[in-house]
T-cell receptor, first 118, second 116 residues
Framework: GAGVSQSPRYKVAKRGQDVALRCDPISGHVSLFWYQQALGQGPEFLTYFQNEAQLDKSGLPSDRFFAERPEGSVSTLKIQRTQQEDSAVYLC????????????????FGNGTRLTVT | DAKTTQPTSMDCAEGRAANLPCNHSTISGNEYVYWYRQIHSQGPQYIIHGLKNNETNEMASLIITEDRKSSTLILPHATLRDTAVYYCIVRAEGEYSGAGSYQLTFGKGTKLSVIP
């Protein structure tokens, strides 16, 4: 399909392990976002990329969280030394945003990665 | 903080129109009203957005009041598959202006239950 693809769909990690979550955005989409959604809550913003540039990481909860998008397409969210409070669904979204630097398109979300830290 | 207010939950009979209200009394001139929904175990799904004119697409209609302080999402013939949490979000359009300027800020949304 042509939607946002995330992998793995489910991830179980022992406390202290590092994890890497992958996002394949819609082809050609300039903007890419990561969100964290705790059980029963709305998604909360983590970080934003415009092509390969990470312009906003104000939502990352700690320095254990790191995101990259080296070639301006696929993105990886890495969480080091996972803690139980990191258990959540991690959502990736992309948007077209024609005209570099101009926000004018809806975000399209993937179905997320459910991370459980035991 | 989310800039919108929505009822926590609503019920709608299958086949009837579902009208979901949203208050956004502090909306700015360059902010659009966006609606998303989230079905259990899926990511949020884009429905519709608008600035000041009413909008319609294959999924829904969006009615925005003249003063833009509130809006209503209308699902004309609700089905059981429309059961979801519906989020109303305001988002500025324009050039990137720093942290927080592009993101969607989700509130708690309205849980719509479509009843057979």
């Amino acid at each position: 399909g042509a939607g946002v693809s995330q992998s793995p769909r489910y991830k179980v990690a022992k406390r202290g392990q590092d994890v890497a979550l992958r996002c394949d955005p819609i082809s050609g989409h300039v903007s890419l976002f990561w969100y964290q959604q705790a059980l029963g809550q709305g998604p909360e913003f983590l970080t934003y990329f415009q092509n390969e540039a990470q312009l906003d990481k104000s939502g990352l909860p700690s320095d254990r969280f790191f995101a990259e998008r080296p070639e301006g397409s696929v993105s990886t969210l890495k969480i080091q030394r996972t803690q139980q409070e990191d258990s959540a669904v991690y959502l990736c979204a992309s948007s077209l945003d024609e005209g570099l630097g101009y926000n004018n398109s809806p975000l399209h979300f993937g179905n997320g990665t459910r991370l459980t830290v035991t | 903080d989310a800039k919108t207010t929505q009822p926590t939950s609503m019920d709608c009979a299958e086949g009837r129109a579902a009208n979901l209200p949203c208050n956004h009394s502090t909306i700015s001139g360059n902010e659009y009203v966006y609606w998303y929904r989230q079905i259990h175990s899926q990511g949020p799904q884009y429905i519709i957005h608008g600035l000041k004119n009413n909008e319609t697409n294959e999924m829904a209609s969006l009615i925005i009041t003249e003063d833009r302080k509130s809006s209503t999402l209308i699902l004309p013939h609700a089905t059981l598959r429309d059961t979801a949490v519906y989020y109303c979000i305001v988002r500025a359009e324009g050039e990137y202006s720093g942290a927080g300027s592009y993101q969607l800020t989700f509130g708690k949304g309205t849980k719509l239950s479509v009843i057979p």
